[in-house]
RNA sequence: GGUCUGAUGGGCGAGUGGCUUAACCAACGGUCUGCAAAACCGUCUACAGCGGUUCGAAUCCGCUUCAGACCU
């Protein structure tokens, strides 16, 4: 990036990126106090309300020492995806901008990260019932069949998504058939303007020393009363917001599938599995640059090199 | 001192002469454009050691080492 389009930016957003339990809020609270900035959360889970200790949601502490944007802030119940993540974000950050030069986003999520920072195409969200209509027909047909539809709706694409995977085959499908387009025709993977610098900063230590933190966190959550928390989302446990890890693992317990030692060791593997796949997707970012989260000094002379 | 049993990849654990990548778990690598803490894909070829029998041995025989059980 060059001074002159630099200039023309309002201001500097720096994200924190990494895996979980890697020290991303409380870095990000620390870049917030000393840039005098607000904080707005990339994080899919913690955005809803009822779920603050698995979901590792802010302390009050961190809370009360900047403001935190997209956190508990709506209902288990409510739709909440990155497109829409996006548009909220940006209308934000327009009024953020307006009276800081920076603003920290932190969270674990990547593709909110993505749609924050590249920007989503004008792609539909998913109309319900159609949907529905497609996970009923991969229960009774099988991803053969959506496999082969796809092929005649859009071969293109149809070449070279991951034909093993449902969730991509479903949506594709979705697309095309609430659009009546081929969705390869209108996914343009551009990157589009923004009207902030971008700076991506990424929290890294060694994987054993992750490993452990996530698993005395996990143990920490279940001091704290991850258990009654996951017990009063029971109810709920359908919705999309609930297939999260920490709350699955113990709903499998309620159900008597397991015992609760073991729902907790679930936990605990299923977030170091959730880690490793956030390093592979922030990884591939080389725009980030990796710091120890306890090297303020170094991240903030980093930051200062992208003065607004 | 003697007898017996066992020794399989990080773990567990099949497989008793000739497809076995056993399976599973953990771990590791990767994919990623509206459910993303989701949904997927891939990798990890071991048989305690040595020698023998055999066209061929994890599988049969002998010795060695180790572990366990039992006997004196």
Redesign the pocket.
């Given at each position: 990036m060059t001074a002159t389009t630099m200039s023309s930016k309002r201001g500097v957003l720096i994200v924190v990126v990494g895996p979980?339990g890697s020290g991303k809020s409380a870095l990000a609270v620390e870049l917030a106090k000393h840039l005098r900035a607000p904080i707005i959360s990339t994080?899919?889970?913690?955005v809803f309300r009822g779920m603050p200790i698995?979901?590792?949601?802010p302390t009050a502490e961190e809370l009360a020492a900047a403001k935190h944007y997209f956190i508990a802030d709506r209902e288990v119940e409510d739709?909440?995806?990155?497109?829409?993540f996006?548009?909220e974000a940006l209308a934000l950050l327009d009024k953020l901008f307006a009276e800081s030069d920076y603003v920290v986003a932190v969270?674990?999520?990547?593709?909110?990260v993505?749609?924050l920072c590249?920007?989503?195409?004008?792609?539909?969200?998913?109309d319900p019932a159609i949907?529905e209509s497609?996970?009923q027909r991969l229960a009774n047909e099988g991803l053969e069949s959506l496999v082969a539809e796809l092929r005649v709706r859009d071969a293109k694409y149809a070449e070279e998504v991951?034909i093993?995977?449902?969730?991509?085959v479903?949506?594709?499908l979705?697309?095309c058939l609430s659009t009546g387009r081929p969705?390869s025709e209108q996914?343009?993977?551009?990157?589009a303007e923004r009207s902030f610098n971008i700076v991506k900063i990424g929290t890294e230590m060694p994987?054993d020393v992750l490993?452990d933190r996530i698993n005395r966190r996990v143990d920490m959550m279940v001091a704290e009363g991850l258990e009654a928390e996951a017990r009063a989302m029971y109810p709920k446990r359908h919705l999309?917001?609930l297939?999260?890890?920490?709350y699955?693992e113990l709903f499998d317990y309620f159900d008597g599938e397991c015992t609760f030692e073991e729902a907790v060791e679930?936990v605990k593997?299923?977030?170091?599995?959730?880690a490793?796949?956030?390093?592979?997707?922030f990884?591939?970012d080389p725009h980030t640059a990796w710091f120890n989260p306890n090297d303020i000094p170094a991240i903030l002379a980093h930051i200062a090199s992208f003065k607004p």
């Open positions: 979980t994080d899919s889970r913690q698995g979901t590792a949601q739709d909440f995806n990155c497109g829409k996006e548009v969270g674990g999520s990547g593709l909110y993505q749609a590249e920007g989503m195409d004008d792609l539909p969200d998913a949907r497609l996970k991951d093993c995977n449902p969730a991509r479903m949506r594709a979705e697309v969705y996914r343009k993977g551009t990157t994987r490993y999309n917001a297939q999260t890890v920490g699955r679930l593997r299923n977030s170091r599995r959730y490793k796949r956030q390093l592979t997707w990884r591939r």
